[in-house]
Structures are given as C-alpha cells and as structure tokens.
C-alpha cells in the first residue's frame, strides 16, 4: 500500500448498515502473538511483507510492517485513511485488508494473500498479451473502477503495477491495490491536487482540475500497454510526458494494430479521449462492444447455479451479530479458491458490473432458473442485510454458502480461536463486544441466554458451534 499524501475520507454509511470496516480487528500488540512468520515476500523504504499463517484459522495471509520511524506524520494518516477506505470495500478484484496490529514501532497491516505478482510482469514477461486475457483482465480492473466511482472514490494511481494476479496460473483475476493517494469527489465534482504517475496522468490531472474520468484514461493506458506491450505517451523528464499526452495522438497505422480486433482500438480511443467531458464513463467502457463479444464467448464458463440459489433459500441468520459471525467466516477464515465458483456465479448475475447485485438482477437470476419470483422477494429480505436495495458482494458469498457442509468442517472452530482473545477457550462478552462493535445491548442479552447453556456466563466452543448451527437453520 501506497504512503504518499491523501484526502481519502470516511465513506458515507446508511445509518442502518453493516458498518464494513467494523470487520477488521484494529488491535495493539506483536504480530507474532497471532501470526506464525513463513518468509519475507518483500522489502521497501517503509518495511517489510512477509507471508504469514494465522495461528488461530491457519490461514495464509500477507504481512505488511511499516515502521513508525520511516513514517511522516502525513504518511501515517495516509495509511491508516487507506486501510480504512479499503476496509469499507467490498468487491472481488479489490485487495481484502482483514486486520491492523499497532505495536510500539510498527503498523502491521493484514491483507489478503495475492500470490500472481504485478501485471506488469507479466506484460514484461509475455511482451505483448492475448487480446482475450487483455479483456478478462480489463473487465475485472473495469468493474472494480466503476464501484468505486458509484462511491465516489477515484484510485487516481491505477497503473499495472497496482493490478496483481491472484496466482500464477491460467484461471488468475486482478486485484486493485494501493489506494494511497485515492480520494473523494468535492461538493462540485471536482478535485484539485495535482498527484499521480505521469505516465499514467490523464492531460486534466497535471492542471488540477478533474474528476474520476481520470480513473478511465489510466485504465486505457493499461490497456494499450496489455496489447501494444508499449505505453502510449513518453518522454525523456515529466514536462516532455505531459506535453505528449495533452497532444494525445495515437498513430493507430502501425503494424501492431494489424493483429488486433477493431473494437479494442475503437474503446482505446474513447478511454484516451483528451476531453474528460466526451471520455467514456466506467460504466460506459463495460458496455462497449469489445466487452459484449468477450462476456458473449465466456458465458459458458459462468452458468448460473441452481444449487447456489437453492442455498440462499436456507439463509436464515437475521441478527447483526450472526450476519457479522458468518460474514467474517466467508470473507476472512475462507480462502479465494472456497469461493471461486460463487464470485464466478456473482459475476455472471452481476449483468451491469457494478460489483453489486440490484433486487432486479437477483429476480432475473430466478427467471433464468425458472424459480418462482416469489421466493426470489423473500431471498431479498433475508440476504439484503442493510436494506440498501442491493446486495453487496460479501452478502452475496455469505448467503450462497452450503452452511451445513462448511461448518461440518473446522471454520466454526477457526472463528471461535480468533475471537477468543485470551485464548483459554471460551468467549467473554467482552471479547466479543471489542470483535464486534455495531451491536445493540438487547442483542447480546439475547445471544447471552440463547448460547451459554450452562449459565457460566461464558460460551465454549461447544455451545459457540451449537448456537451458530442453530441460527444458521441449514
């Protein structure tokens, strides 16, 4: 994560929602008290990342210490508006931060293991991609672009080293990172900080005076490198650079366009649109024709899945703390790969790529199955946990599980040992109300005397499981 300077403010909350960054433990102490070191993945000016595995779930996670002396006063506020706007995301090609452990000379930042490596080394690997995988890998960076800008959050430093693959292999997805130097829309629209990397800054961004198109000339860059294997606009020192890209021309007669469809050439073109005013929006790019013609050859590859919705029909948790219990189960204990077939079918559902369902695209998902619409109205209710009229992607994996398989296994036990502060094996209320905050008194009361069978006023990991099995209803 980026330690340059930000305005990144607090997302605004529906006053009734599940406040996201409530799920990661901010906690003081050593990392080495929760994480086993497996081996150094990195090292920068800031600090070291390192590969760890949770004591408590087993869980393979990065590590990232940032030491307070390397840090400014500027740097550290930076951080920590980072990890709090990234904790207040939720969409599967954005980076997932789980956990942020303050000690005395170090920030220690848990984050989701992304183990593929930058994009561009695989741009400088490969030299020059198949337009296929430029398209996968575009629509992904895209989707995540454009649930940002519906929150009014502009990246401002999307570039191919800020897009990592999740793994090495053929079936790998981006992940945006480094939202450093992210920040919000003003009152008029508008920012005004000049602050990027040149090569990647749109021609309004070096005059202070833009919004979250900016976002949408770095993703068109990106692009003409994945099919060029060149950036489009150079120079030797940043004046000769911004000149070259406030002319923006493009010889677009070179041999290299000869081997590529017209339609990448023509989104390319209204990505790098001089004019912030006529460049396409996100949402504009995912419905250009390039990406009609990718989603129609790979629709076979993300069938819509009965038996996922048949699992939403079994999703009774209806407190705030079940949701919070099973929620952290999908989201923090289970790894990318448990998932991959229901981020496949979210994608799939997902028809306008937002990285959020909308009741309609839910309803629609029923008609493609040929479920009743009523028992679709109901799913809504019990899975649209902050009544926002949407589900987001966390309620979404959340409420597709198979509960009853998965807590055959060991997660519900994985869930109890990372709640179980003092690590004596049981649960104190005040344990719990630390891990999760955002619940009313008169919830836990009820929690109290629906799982501490033997009045002790504790929970064992026998009654945690019983009571969680329970409530589940599968």
Same mark, same amino acid.
Request: glycine share 6%; hydrophobic share 35%; net charge positive.
């Given at each position: 994560m980026g330690c340059c300077q930000s305005k990144v403010e607090t997302l605004p909350k529906n006053k009734d929602a599940m406040d996201k960054s409530l799920l990661v433990f901010h906690s003081k102490g050593m990392p080495r008290d929760k994480y086993t070191t497996i081996k150094i993945l990195g090292k920068g000016g800031f600090g070291t990342v390192t590969l760890v595995e949770d004591?408590?779930?087993?869980?393979?996670?990065?590590?990232?210490?940032?030491?307070?002396?390397?840090?400014?006063?500027?740097?550290?506020?930076?951080?920590?508006?980072?990890?709090?706007?990234l904790s207040q995301i939720d969409h599967p090609n954005i980076m997932k931060v789980f956990e942020l452990i303050e000690s005395a000379t170090s920030y220690n930042i848990i984050t989701e293991l992304i183990e593929g490596g930058?994009?561009?080394?695989?741009?400088?690997?490969?030299?020059?991609?198949?337009?296929?995988? *430029? %398209? =996968?890998?575009? /629509?992904?960076?895209?989707?995540a672009v454009f649930y940002c800008h519906s929150k009014g959050i502009v990246h401002r430093d999307l570039k191919p080293q800020n897009l990592l693959l999740t793994s090495k292999g053929p079936d790998a997805s981006i992940k945006v990172i480094d939202f450093g130097i992210a920040d919000k829309l003003n009152s008029r629209g508008k920012i005004t900080e000049v602050i990027g990397t040149p090569l990647f800054m749109s021609p309004e961004m070096f005059d202070g005076n833009y919004n979250e198109k900016c976002d949408i000339w770095s993703s068109g860059v990106i692009l003409f490198?994945?099919?060029?294997?060149?950036?489009?606009?150079?120079?030797?020192?940043?004046?000769?650079?911004?000149?070259?890209?406030? *002319? %923006? =021309?493009?010889? /677009?007669?070179?041999p290299v366009w000869n081997s590529v469809s017209a339609d990448v050439q023509d989104l390319i073109k209204k990505m790098l649109e001089p004019n912030p005013s006529k460049r396409f929006s996100a949402e504009q790019v995912l419905k250009h024709q390039w990406f009609a013609a990718y989603r129609a050859g790979n629709l076979s590859d993300n069938p819509i899945s009965e038996e996922a919705f048949a699992n939403l029909s079994k999703f009774h948790a209806t407190s705030k703390l079940q949701k919070s219990i099973l929620t952290f189960i999908s989201t923090n204990i289970m790894d990318e790969d448990s998932n991959k077939e229901l981020t496949k079918l979210f994608?799939?559902?997902?028809?306008?790529?937002?990285?959020r369902l909308s009741h309609e695209e839910i309803i629609n998902g029923y008609k493609e199955l040929g479920l009743p619409l009523s028992q679709a109205e109901e799913i809504i209710k019990k899975v649209d946990s902050d009544m926002s009229g949407i589900i987001e992607y966390s309620e979404f994996i959340t409420a597709t599980?198979?509960?009853?398989?998965?807590?055959?296994?060991?997660?519900?036990?994985?869930?109890?040992?990372t709640y179980d502060i003092g690590g004596d094996g049981n649960l104190s209320l005040q344990e719990l109300k630390i891990l999760i905050p955002g619940v009313e008194n008169s919830e836990w009361e009820q929690f109290i005397n629906d799982a501490d069978k033997n009045r002790d006023g504790l929970i064992s990991l026998a009654e945690f499981k019983e009571y969680m099995l329970t409530k589940i209803g599968n």
């Open positions: 004591k408590r779930t087993g869980s393979k996670r990065a590590l990232k210490e940032l030491h307070k002396s390397g840090l400014s006063k500027d740097d550290e506020q930076t951080m920590l508006r980072e990890v709090t706007t930058e994009l561009l080394e695989k741009i400088t690997k490969e030299k020059k991609l198949s337009e296929k995988l *430029a %398209a =996968k890998f575009m /629509y992904e960076t895209m989707s490198m994945m099919i060029t294997g060149n950036v489009p606009f150079s120079g030797n020192g940043i004046a000769l650079i911004k000149e070259a890209i406030k *002319a %923006a =021309k493009i010889d /677009y007669t070179r994608k799939s559902i997902d028809k306008n790529n937002d990285g599980q198979d509960w009853k398989n998965i807590c055959e296994k060991d997660v519900l036990e994985k869930a109890f040992k």
